[in-house]
């Protein structure tokens, strides 16, 4: 699996830190996503998928 993010995207509303804290954080000063591991062990994925999912402005992309 690898993870892309689009920070333009964003509007760090943070539920993908919420569901794969290890794979995403955001920035201090306005809350954009930050990419901690673009390519996530296996047991992330459930996890990443679900950021994905949750995402309202669609900024994170995963590639099998």
């Known amino acids: 699996m690898k993870v892309a993010v689009s920070q333009d995207k964003c509007i760090a509303a943070g539920q ?3 569901r794969a804290d290890r794979v995403f954080d955001q920035r201090d000063d306005d809350g954009v996503v930050v990419l901690l ?3 996530p062990a296996a047991q992330q994925a459930p996890a ?8 309202p ?5 995963i590639e099998d």
């Open 16 to 18: 993908c830190v919420l």
């Open 37 to 39: 591991d673009e390519n």
């Open 48 to 55: 990443v998928r679900l950021a994905a999912e949750f995402c």
């Open 57 to 61: 402005a669609q900024a994170i992309q």
